[in-house]
């Protein structure tokens, strides 16, 4: 914890890293000034990853970032990480398996669902909490 937000301090095990560090940007966070990566390179390394959990991370990023996809389809591919990618497909079920318009479809949805009455937000919670739990528990094959 650094000022009351969570961080995360990674090391640079490789070239993707190196590059991700390289192109941070420079925030404020609390009195201080710290380097964040990119979401699109946070992507890749969650990919590099190929772990479950990294995939949730990658789909709230998807929702919440300001995510340059067509950069990202570039990272993708020259850190060969289509593989990753094409899992992550497959266990989250993304509604457009190319991406390409992933993010602005997920935020048109978020933005009316924001609209909807409490009681029809809370149903929606409820829905998606289910799907997950499909999707988390069932068996991948690789």
């Known amino acids: 914890m650094i000022a009351e937000e969570a961080v995360q301090i990674v090391p640079s095990p490789s070239q993707l890293y190196d590059e991700a560090i ?3 940007v420079t925030k404020p966070l609390g009195d ?3 380097k964040v990566m990119l979401p699109e390179y946070l992507i890749c390394t969650a990919l590099k990853a190929h772990r ?3 995939f949730a991370k990658i789909e709230k990023m998807l929702e919440e970032a300001d995510v340059d996809l067509e950069k990202l389809k570039i990272l ?3 850190f060969d990480l289509v593989e990753s990618w094409h899992r992550y ?12 318009h992933l993010a602005t479809a997920k935020r048109a949805w978020r ?9 029809a937000k809370i149903r929606t919670l ?3 909490r289910t799907k997950v ?3 988390r528990y069932r068996p991948v094959k690789i």
């Open 22 to 24: 390289a192109t941070a």
């Open 89 to 100: 497909c497959t266990v989250a079920q993304p509604t457009d398996p190319k991406f390409l």
């Open 126 to 128: 409820r829905h998606l």
């Open 76 to 78: 993708i591919q020259r």
């Open 52 to 54: 479950l959990k990294d």
């Open 133 to 135: 739990q499909k999707i």
């Open 111 to 119: 933005r009316s669902k924001a609209e909807e009455p409490l009681t």
């Open 32 to 34: 201080a000034t710290v």
